[in-house]
Structures are given as C-alpha cells and as structure tokens.
C-alpha cells in the first residue's frame, strides 16, 4: 500500500471552466485600471464630447439635486430625457456631489452593460466562456464605449437599459412567447427612452421582432402592441410638457433629432439619407475586421453554383450604396465628429463625396446583403440592423458615437461559434482593440484636441 499522497488529474488553468466570479472579475479589469489611472476618478478622461459633462450634464444634476424631492422635468440645461440626470442626483445627495462620487454611476452603468453583453453572447450566440469573454471586451473597449464610462454622459446607462430589452425580447422568442418576457423588455425601452430620446428606434425593434415571431397569434400581437404603446407614455407625457422632443433649457442645437432652433421633429436642409448612409460606413469598418475568416473559408470551399449567388447579392448591395451616394453626397459637414470624419476630410472629394466614404459605403451596403442571405430577414442581427438603420432617417447629426456601438454590437450578435474556431479567427477582435487603444491614445497625448 502506496504512502503518497494521491493527486488528481492535472487540468491546466486555460482548459478550466471559470466561475461567474472569475468572469465577472476579467470584464472589470479594464475598468479598475482607468479608474486607478484617473485617479479614482479626480481627473478627467480625455474623451469625446467631454465638454457635455460640464456644459449640459453636471449642470443639470445639480439643479436636480437642489430641487429634491420636487424636481423641474421641463425646463434644465441638459437636451436629453431626465432619467439620468436624476438617478444621479440622487446618489449625489446620499454619498455627496463631488465630482467622482457622481461619475461612479456612469462606471457602474457601463460595467452592467458589460455583463449583460456577456450574457447575451454566451445564451443567444452559445458561445464558450472565454471567447464570450473576449467579444465583449472588444465592445466594452472600444472608443465610444469605454471612454464614455468615466464621465457624466447619458450614453452608456442608455445602453445598458437597451441590452437588457434585448435580452429581453430573446427571452420572449425563447420561452414560448411568454409574454411576462416581453413586458418586462417594454420596461427597460421606458426607461431607455426616459435616458435619451434616440431611444425610440428600441419601440420599432421590439413591434418588428413581435410581429416576425413564428407562430405569434392575434392576441399576443395586440398585447404587445399595448405594452409597446404603454413604454412610450412617460416620454410621451414629456414630450407635451416640453413642446417638443427637447426640455424647455435644453439647447436643440445639441438634439441629433431635432431641429436646431426649436426643438422639434421638422423638415431639415440635409438629406434624411445622411445618417442611414454613415451606418453603413461604419459597419464596413467592423464587418470585415470580424467576418473575413468566415468569408474566406465559404469562398475557398464553396462552388460555382454556390459561389455565384453570394457573388450578385454582394455586387447587387455595393451597386446600391454606390446610386444612393450618386444621389444624397456624404461627406464633412460642420459638426460631424468622430474617426471616420476625421479621416475623410484628409483626402479629396469625388461628386461632393469624400474618397472614404466612396469606399466604405459601397462595402457596407454588400456586407448587409450578405448578413440578410446568411441569418435570414427574422434573425436577430438583420432585424436589429435593420430597425436601427430606419430610425436614423431622423437623425440631423451624424456623430459617430450615436452609431458606432450598436453597428459594432449587431456584427459580435451576427457571430456563430463555428466563426471563432483557431487562433486566426481572434486577429479581427484584436485589431479593433488595438485601433482602439491608439485612438484612445490620441487623446491622451493630445494629438486630437477637440470632438465635440
């Protein structure tokens, strides 16, 4: 009889399968390390549209604080729906209203958003754990995610009430068209809504998704109608007071929906096409980065009768992009802001539109004709795509980061765990990260002074 002492089998640490603590820990590294990098939050991240903070928002939070209990939604500084304001007025008058006491809630905002990504790769996409994992660091580090977390902005707490209706309407489909789901993703459209007006387009995706389920009946149909109906009353009752979709102090120049002088929904001088158009650009930016291994192996695998079709639908969208920017011209106009502006301006002009976006648009067109014949018109990705793309018809100003994160957050929901089998199939992820971090790095060093 042995003396030693008996071991068990030798599991190195990548092959274990972490806990939900360990995940959990690995998605709040990043925003541990910029806390600690702003000095618990004393300074201010260099990032886009930082002045709002100081302008519109910590204004605004203050007002609130000063009004508590009773609180002014009609008229305050800020163009936005109140929610966030309030929320943080709130928190400001239990802990204080020193300025990294109120940026805490931006932090915690983003870091929620950040699981429920997860959450939502590993159950509708069936991810494994780790590439779960990485996905969402890709979303939660890119530039108009993460720098947006460390300052008083509405975005990001936004975001985080949309991925949980999201979540939500997955639910639905995935237990039965239970309607309880639907109810409570109707919920978190509200209080999106009640965060930022752009928000509306949530209502649209949730009356396409509910109306293109398999086997919805007329009495779900008109239930959630009713509950869809029901989300938009809060916003709606502002929107009386307001006379107009911006409060009373709010500066319309600063509402993407609206026109500049008074704040209302109205005709404009720019096309409605504008924004639709700089969609696509920006999903011709992510779409390669994060499809090109897929793609490459059906092309090399596939055959003529295969090939051929995929081939026109392609051809069919960036012919397209090509006669919509024939007639709606995109390119620098004053205010426009963010990466792809920036580079755009840098080269020449072809028929009032930039050289980029001669090739960016044509490219994003063809990648959501692809995405259309691969998922199907039902699928999650086409829908959501396609809900957002539709309400940016409204949108006046095109800033990239009102786009940016939900492109890049419709191509990671497109992916299928068959799209991430080797290493090679990790560099796309990476290089967004690292594009990322260098223009995150611009600021820091001053190389880019202004976006706003």
Known sequence: ????????????????????????????????????????LTDTMPTYHGGDEWTYHLPTIRQFAAQLPGVDLVDYPAAQTPLYHLLVAIWGELVGMEIWKLRIVGVLA????????YRLL????????????????????????????????????G???????IDRFLAFSR??????????????????????QSYVWLGLFGGVWLLTRPGIDWRRIAGGIALLAAAAVPFGALVIAWRGIVPVGG??????????????????????????????AVLAVYGPLLFWRPAYDA???????????????????????IVVLLIVPLSYGSGDEGYLWRVSRSGPQLLDTSWLFWLLVPIGSAIAALGVR????????????????????????????????????????ALRPADLRSWRDALGPVAIVLLSALYVGAFAAGLILVES
């Open 159 to 165: 975001l985080l009430f949309a991925l949980l209706a």
């Open 122 to 157: 590993r159950r509708h996409v069936a991810l494994a754990t780790w590439p779960a994992v990485g996905l969402t660091l890709v979303f939660a580090l890119s530039p108009y995610v993460f720098g947006q977390s460390f300052i008083l902005v509405t975005d990001n707490l």
């Open 299 to 321: 092309l090399r695998g596939a055959g003529r009768e295969v090939l051929r079709p995929w081939l026109l639908t392609a051809a069919g969208g960036a012919a397209l992009g």
């Open 175 to 196: 237990e039965r068209l239970r309607m309880e789901a639907f109810a409570l993703a109707c919920l978190w459209i509200a209080l999106a809504l009640l965060t930022r």
């Open 251 to 280: 500066d319309p120049a600063s509402c993407g929906l609206c026109t500049p002088e008074e704040g209302r929904l109205g005709w404009r001088e720019v096309s409605p096409l504008r924004s639709p158009l700089f969609t696509l």
């Open 110 to 117: 983003s870091y929620g958003a950040t699981l429920v990504l």
């Open 374 to 413: 691969r998922y199907g018109w039902r699928s999650l990705p086409v829908v959501l795509f396609g809900c957002f793309l539709v309400a940016q018809l409204a949108t006046r100003l095109p800033y990239q980061k009102y786009f940016d994160p939900f492109v890049l957050l419709v191509c990671l929901l």
């Open 1 to 40: 009889m042995g003396t030693g002492v008996m071991r068990g089998p030798d599991v190195r640490w990548w092959a274990r399968v972490p806990t939900r603590w360990h995940v959990a820990g690995v998605l709040a590294l990043p925003y541990l390390l910029a806390v600690a990098a702003l000095r618990g």
